[in-house]
């Protein structure tokens, strides 16, 4: 019976985007399917006291939120997974900026409304950001960020993985992970991170 995980992905999150990449691996060597949904960074550190840095960074992650949520929205979550593709791929491995022009790209490359561009630098669409942030966060806590992985019902914040492995080595760790969220009285495993994302 095919296992179905829920991801939620803030798109300027460069462990999400990692994390992406092996679940969609993960597709292809186990009976698994995966439905992507937006969280936002912004959402979650809105009203936080943050060095002036990161607060700008949160400045720059509500529009890109903003717009997969209108994608899903319009689309379905097909198109979603496809732009989640695109506009990662723009941000991460291709280091562009976090602007109007890459939202506009990999918006056209997924054949989605060419409108939303515009409406993601409104807030027009904030309280039902929120909502899906908050479907994906409310079961982990706020202690956490982005992904956060549902499977079979039981939610986790992560993995963090750097890189994102491929083949069975995908397959195994999905295996692992599955094991630990099926048992309710787990909550946490944890070790410095001694590598930055290798995109590859």
């Known amino acids: 019976m095919?296992?179905?995980?829920?991801?939620?992905?803030d798109p300027t999150c460069p462990w999400a985007w990692m994390a992406s990449r092996w679940m969609l691996e993960v597709?292809?060597?186990?009976?698994?399917?995966?439905?992507?949904?937006?969280?936002?960074?912004?959402?979650?550190n809105d009203g936080r006291d943050?060095?002036?840095?990161?607060l700008?960074?949160?400045?720059?992650?509500?529009?890109p939120a903003r717009a997969a949520l209108l994608v899903e929205q319009r689309h379905g979550s097909e198109r979603l997974r496809q732009f989640y593709t695109e506009i990662g791929t723009r941000f991460h491995p291709g280091g562009q900026r976090k602007d109007a022009d890459t939202l506009r790209a990999a918006l056209e490359a997924v054949?989605?409304?060419?409108?939303i561009v515009d409406i993601a630098f409104t807030d027009a669409v904030d309280d039902?950001?929120?909502?899906?942030?908050?479907?994906?966060?409310?079961?982990?806590?706020?202690?956490?960020?982005?992904?956060?992985?549902?499977?079979?019902g039981k939610s986790?914040?992560?993995?963090?993985?750097?890189?994102?492995?491929?083949?069975?080595?995908?397959?195994s760790l999905f295996d692992g992970l599955e094991k630990v969220t099926a048992y309710d009285g787990f909550f946490e495993l944890k070790r410095t991170?001694?590598?930055?994302?290798i995109f590859d």
């Open 156 to 171: 986790l914040f992560g993995p963090v993985i750097s890189p994102a492995p491929k083949g069975e080595e995908a397959g």
């Open 193 to 197: 991170r001694t590598v930055d994302p």
């Open 56 to 63: 700008r960074e949160m400045e720059r992650a509500w529009a």
């Open 2 to 9: 095919t296992t179905s995980v829920d991801f939620w992905f």
């Open 128 to 152: 039902d950001l929120r909502r899906s942030h908050h479907e994906g966060m409310d079961p982990v806590g706020d202690e956490v960020g982005t992904p956060v992985i549902r499977i079979n």
């Open 50 to 54: 943050l060095p002036e840095g990161y």
């Open 111 to 115: 054949g989605a409304d060419a409108d």
């Open 27 to 44: 597709e292809k060597v186990r009976d698994v399917r995966v439905t992507f949904h937006v969280m936002s960074l912004s959402v979650l």
